[in-house]
């Protein structure tokens, strides 16, 4: 079995998270292959620039996830082991790469997006990073106030 490090995505802006539209008409979050040397950071910026024109920042790790597939053009399984980050984007401004494949995307209400999105693994991690990002800009809200 292959398998292959990837990362991805979940980003906010205020009370909304983005999501994607691929070919197979699924509702799925940015992410990609870690190629070459490019650290994962690096590659999860750039995946969701790339996928959806987000000039995002990373405020923490969202957790991992995985799924296998079989791959008809190398002829045997592969497992994709993405790393996730949870991301904001203030502006909240995006453009879905439709020569990549993606035909719909923006940014949708965390309940919205809930219902959209295709796969249970994804939504749990929405779900949870969602959670964790309230925490963290709360955070960062009373840090500013006493610094």
């Known amino acids: 079995m292959i398998v ?3 990362v991805g995505g979940v980003v906010f802006h205020k009370d909304k998270v983005f999501i994607l539209k691929n070919e197979k008409g699924e509702w799925v979050l940015p992410k990609g292959k870690i190629r070459n040397d490019s650290l994962p950071t ?10 959806g024109g987000i000039d995002a920042r990373i405020i923490s790790t969202a957790g991992e996830t995985s799924y296998e597939f079989y791959s008809l053009s190398r002829k045997q399984p592969v497992c994709n082991v993405i ?7 203030p502006k909240g401004k995006y453009k879905v790469n439709v020569e990549e494949g993606f035909s719909d995307g923006g940014f949708f209400p965390i309940k919205e997006a809930l219902q959209k999105i295709t796969y249970s693994q994804d939504k749990s991690l929405v779900n949870l990073s969602f959670k ?4 963290l800009k709360e955070f960062e809200e009373l840090e500013e106030v006493y610094v």
């Open 4 to 6: 292959r490090n990837c």
């Open 42 to 51: 690096e590659t999860a910026l750039h995946r969701v620039k790339y996928e």
């Open 83 to 89: 790393n996730w980050y949870i991301m904001e984007d």
């Open 132 to 135: 964790k990002y309230l925490v």
